[in-house]
């Protein structure tokens, strides 16, 4: 059902429904915009509960399904609203469909916001994965540390990793360490290899 509903997605980026049915421009749903500024504002704050919010986490993620099988989604605004709460679900499946609402938005505005989404939306499906990212925007920690997960060096160049995430690889790693000064907490020195995380992976299934 989840293939369905990404395929028929990507069809849509020649020509959303709203957009088409209509010659007149198209507005920004508020009840999805509403839905993104929770999800960000719940971010936004100290001692977050991460048991709760998954949980809300799941309840937006419920009616972004439930606009996306009415047809309510119409601009770029609400397909990157709609990647971000999409992005933070916790399967593969989430964000791969994350990453085709990013692909739609960049589509219909070519913007830094929606540009940064594709790309993360991108990262977070390989490293569900356990692939090496290619743009570096996902960060992860441990009782070792935080650290920038994998990256693969050869999947694309500078130019273009500074384009779509806004930051280069050196920049991702910067910010990674002001944030860890920020919360307080150290970097993993050195970081694990994409080999050393597949294997504690398998050696977690085992037990």
């Known amino acids: 059902m989840k293939a369905k509903t990404i395929a028929l997605l990507m069809c849509l980026i020649t020509c959303p429904a709203a957009a088409c049915a209509s010659d007149s421009p198209a507005t920004d749903n508020p009840a999805l915009a509403a839905l993104f500024a929770q999800d960000q504002a719940d971010r936004n704050q100290d ?3 991460w048991q709760a919010l998954s949980q809300r986490d799941a309840e937006r993620r419920t009616q972004l399904k439930r606009m996306l099988q009415q047809g309510q989604l119409r601009t770029a605004n609400d397909y990157r609203h709609a990647a971000f709460i999409q992005q933070h679900g916790d399967t593969p499946e989430d964000y791969r469909l994350a990453h085709a609402l990013a692909t739609l938005a960049m ?8 540009r940064w989404i594709v790309a993360a939306s991108w990262d977070r ?5 356990t692939e090496p990212q290619w743009y570096g925007t996902q960060m992860r920690g441990d009782a070792d540390g935080m650290y920038l997960f ?5 999947a694309l160049d500078e130019s273009r990793r ?6 280069s690889l050196a920049e991702h790693r910067q910010k990674l360490e002001t944030m860890a000064k920020q919360i307080g907490q150290k970097l993993r020195d050195p970081a694990p290899t994409i080999e050393q995380l597949r294997a504690r992976q398998h050696d977690e299934s085992e037990n």
């Open 47 to 49: 001692n977050i509960d």
């Open 125 to 129: 499906l390989l490293m569900s994965h």
């Open 107 to 114: 589509t219909l505005e070519d913007s830094a916001q929606n």
């Open 162 to 167: 500074k384009h779509m995430s806004g930051h």
């Open 150 to 154: 994998p990256v693969n060096p050869t």
